[in-house]
Nanobody, 115 residues
Framework: QVQLVESGGGLVQPGGSLRLSCAASGSIVSANAMGWYRQAPGKERERVAMLSSDGRTNYADSVKGRFTISRDNAKNMVYLQMNSLKSEDTAVYYC?????????WGQGTQVTVSS
């Protein structure tokens, strides 16, 4: 069982940056993939970024060139660097880690982009 805890959310002005962190309670070295999802009010949860075990990344079109996903296996951490934030990025952001037989989710962290 792995618990995930997100942090780093908050209120930021349009054009600003935030770095989200996801701390795993156990090792993520063997994870097949990890990702960040978001859910805005009244909308379905959508995948924002994915990082596979071989290092390949995949981003939603809406965040390409602005967001970067990364991991630190030694610290059991997953990060999402978000730059040039827009009001439409406002959502609760969730961390996700996929192992061969299990998938884990964090509780989410709120990101609000507003002036």
């Amino acid at each position: 069982q792995v618990q995930l805890v997100e942090s780093g959310g908050g209120l930021v002005q349009p054009g600003g940056s935030l770095r989200l962190s996801c701390a795993a309670s156990g090792s993520i070295v063997s994870a097949n993939a990890m990702g960040w999802y978001r859910q805005a009010p009244g909308k379905e949860r959508e995948r924002v970024a994915m990082l596979s075990s071989d290092g390949r990344t995949n981003y939603a079109d809406s965040v390409k060139g602005r967001f970067t996903i990364s991991r630190d296996n030694a610290k059991n951490m997953v990060y999402l660097q978000m730059n040039s934030l827009k009001s439409e990025d406002t959502a609760v952001y969730y961390c996700n880690v996929i192992f061969l037989l299990s998938t884990y989710w964090g509780q989410g962290t709120q990101v609000t982009v507003s002036s």
